[in-house]
């Protein structure tokens, strides 16, 4: 089977700080409908999906549970971290999988990515398919710096250099045998699955993203998701 998990217990913390809004971002309206709402919609449209859980916190469930209609969807609590939110939608998979889940594919995406194609969600999944866990990421287009203390040291060939985004898929069983391996801090420390997987030595295939599936941080990043949805106005949208 192949799931989706959507991450929306996040509460946006800069985005508030920002704007003074006491609503997460993901729940903002964007054209008239809720930001969540766009990347699960896109997840919906991709007919290989058999079931979208979406982890929010505890004082949302009840918010989102009047968002979606779809049968396809569960509204479930998500952790006090990322990683821990993702640790709970593997158990929601394997609790409706209801037999051995190890080769079950998980993807999972970020709230606030409203404009994640369904190209993109499927290049993830195959990827993950075949190799065990997968990466969406652009090419880096800027030269990247590593620095310490404020000086640089190290700048990575730029054609090495990813921007990592989601979906990033992977087989509910390889991330079972990393995460219960993991003690208490490394857990909690762990904020990318692709991350944890490459710490672990495991490679994680990286798939091609779309510049459009932004994630909205700031403000600015609001107008960007307004313009571009004035842009497609009487488009198919994100195919």
Known sequence: MIFAGICAGGQGTRFKTETNSETPKQFLLLDGKPIISYSVDSFLRCEEIEKVFVAVSEDYIDHCGGLFSDPRVKIVKGGNTRSETVALLVGECEKYSGTDSSEDILATHDAARPFVTVK?????VEAAKKY???GTALNATDTVLQCQNGFVCAAPPRSEMYLAQTPQCF?????NDVWNKLTDSEKAEATDVCGMFCRAGIKVRIVEGDRECFKITVREDMDRAEKYLASISGCSRFP
């Open 171 to 175: 087989k509910i069983g390889l991330f």
């Open 120 to 124: 993109a969600i499927r290049r993830a």
């Open 132 to 134: 065990g866990a997968s």
